[in-house]
């Protein structure tokens, strides 16, 4: 086991929950980070520390910052309704729209943020559950996005200038349709009944018709496993 | 002139204050976005809604960010000193260390907040007063991070999926002495008396005597002008 220590990027969702347990498995001390961004539902950080403690992170950081204000997105502007049952969620990519729940430059800002964390702690490993396969949409969920932020980061840094080491931005699920990230997380022990995923919750319960609902569910009927979350 | 719009990256200090009076002179309408980030001296947010409002900003927007949670820095963390009258600060940058005023990643962070406004704005234009010339040892005031980040940013945004224009992320000062930036805004009519540079001032005055001072008053000094801002 390998005591390298890693900022992981936990939004309390299934994909980071599964790339939290795998950046564990590969004996990585974990430290994640959380946002409370202005979005709709600030259940999912309390998923998110539930995951984290099950995970046995070395710390959660939870940071506030208002990415309300830019609105645009119906994650984090009340005025936006978040779309429902929509049918074109399963046609490939480039056939898409980007969808209206992409918030701005988010990944951008998150990765941001775990960059200096990551200087501060004398860490070169950042985890982020990106996933271009059941792909909603979003341009900051890419590879390519990926690769340049990491190329950027290794310019950016005191790190860069002074040390040997690099960077490495690690997407361990990156190429995994729902139903390989669901299978791989309950072989490493993950409860994804401590996950949220819905983008509109009500009393708790997931509405099972936004987005991420909807691909939720479809990775669970194709991993043959029941979804432990409850559904309105 | 072009009635196109810029996100501009104000500090209120003297480099970002020129670098708006140049944005301003190209036919930007400009954006200005300036952070309070757990700095010491949050008297130069003061500065940069004065230096706003007398170059005829659009929008003025102030973030609230907590970078002072990473300490390492002097600049937020109050248990380090800031360095008086260093004797390397004349020295070639690459003999230099990395300084302690250093704030772990913030320009990325700075830029990505800018990159997140600019999208909401359908703006494509950024302005950053980077500096590389009179350089304080960041790594992130180097041409070569900026690059980086710009072709990060093309690849992040809804903007490089759909449309046809890319961000442009402009450093007009990059290559200037402090003689000369401070000239070019004396001639662009920019009243440094308004800026505010110094990184531990004592009742509103500057100290004269950390990096940010000793810059300052070599630039004047080269310059053949007088700083208007009072000294301790």
């Not at 929950?17 to 590969?26: P, V, Y």
């Not at 701005?104 to 004398?122: D, G, K, M, Q």
């Not at 409860?191 to 991420?212: E, F, I, N, Q, R």
Request: proline content about 4%.
């Amino acid at each position: 086991m390998s005591a390298n220590k890693a900022v992981v990027l936990l939004s309390g969702g299934l994909d980071s929950a599964t790339t939290l347990a795998i950046a564990r498995s590969q004996g990585y001390t974990c430290y994640c980070m959380s946002f409370l961004y202005g979005q709709r539902h600030g259940i999912e950080l309390e998923a998110a520390k539930r995951v984290a403690v099950s995970m046995g992170a070395a710390e959660h950081r939870v940071i506030k910052i208002d990415l309300a204000q830019f609105g645009h997105s119906a994650l984090t502007d009340e005025s936006i309704t978040v779309p429902k049952d929509r049918p074109e969620l399963g046609m490939p990519s480039n056939t898409q729209q980007i969808p209206i729940t992409y918030v701005p430059a988010r990944n951008t800002i998150f990765l941001s943020y775990a960059l200096a964390w990551s200087e501060v702690l004398s860490c070169f490993d950042i985890f982020i559950g990106v996933n271009a396969m059941d792909y909603s949409g979003y341009p900051d969920c890419r590879g390519e996005f990926i690769t340049a932020f990491q190329e950027m980061a290794n310019l950016a840094t005191a790190a860069a200038v002074t040390g040997p080491r690099k960077y490495l931005i690690h997407t361990p699920i990156i190429e995994m349709t729902k139903a390989q990230i669901i299978l791989k997380g309950t072989e490493l022990g993950l409860d994804y009944g401590l996950t949220h995923s819905c983008y509109d919750p009500k009393d708790g319960l997931a509405c099972g018709h936004c987005d991420s609902c909807q691909l939720r569910l479809k990775g669970f009927a194709e991993a043959n496993l029941k979804d432990p979350v409850q559904y309105a």
